[in-house]
């Protein structure tokens, strides 16, 4: 067996709920429920693994074409979450920080998810990024926008990353899509210029510490060239 490189900073697109619940003839808001379960399985398997950084995604701005039921249903479940989990988490050494848009979500949630930002900042563990009405191409418009409103009349790459909601956090060096698809999904399109990718057709709820393995396995074969030659 090859000897594993453990990624900095995995990038996960959460994906296969809804199928694996139809399957199983159960709701999508049951799938949703063992996908935040999975979720947080992964997050004491990354703390195992020595993985530092951790991004999911969670809801996209184009989620909200979904019935309002299920959106709605999906904005109690994290909130729930949040209220269940939040004083465990930090006691593992948990950092939560969302990404994302905030001004559509509900008020209450929005608390909650400051609340955990704050009461978690001193966590050192591992730091879980989780995308929240996210869209790639949204956070840089969004990034444009402070720029100009910071004043800037240009700007480097350097400069123009301080903008974006992943500020601060290296750029993701795997990110694993589950449940068959092979696109990114307008998920963090400036931050996967060069990460490596892997595709599964594992359904979320089904992807246990083994396909984390099987991903970090394919990770380590690869040689990552940032453009130049080795």
């Known amino acids: 067996?090859?000897?594993?490189k453990i990624p900095t900073h995995l990038a996960i697109i959460m994906d296969g709920n809804g199928r694996w619940a139809k399957e199983r003839g159960l709701s999508r808001i049951h799938g949703h429920y063992q996908g935040v379960k999975r979720a947080e399985e992964l997050v004491d398997i990354c703390l195992q693994l020595g993985i530092k950084y951790l991004t999911l995604f969670t809801f996209s701005t184009e989620n909200w074409k979904r019935p309002k039921e299920e959106i709605r249903a999906l904005f109690e479940l994290f909130e729930s979450y949040l209220k269940d989990r939040k004083e465990e988490l930090i006691n593992k050494g948990v950092r939560i920080k969302f990404i994302g848009r905030r001004d559509r979500l509900p008020l209450g949630l929005v608390s909650l998810m400051e609340e955990m930002e704050e009461e978690s900042k001193n966590c050192n563990g591992i730091f879980v990024c989780i995308a929240l009405d996210y869209g790639g191409r949204d956070d840089i418009v969004r990034a444009v926008n402070k720029a100009i409103n910071a004043g800037l009349k240009s700007v480097d790459e350097v400069i123009f990353s301080t903008f974006l909601d992943l500020d601060g956090i290296p750029d993701p060096d795997l990110l694993v899509r589950t449940a068959g698809e092979k696109r990114i999904s307008n998920f963090l399109l400036w931050n996967l210029a060069y990460t490596?990718?892997?595709?599964?057709?594992?359904?979320w709820p089904d992807f246990d510490k083994m396909e984390l393995l099987k991903a970090i396995e394919d990770y380590s074969k690869r040689v990552?060239?940032?453009g130049?030659?080795?």
């Open 228 to 230: 130049a030659v080795i």
């Open 224 to 226: 990552r060239k940032f």
């Open 196 to 203: 490596e990718l892997y595709f599964t057709d594992t359904y």
């Open 1 to 4: 067996m090859i000897s594993l």
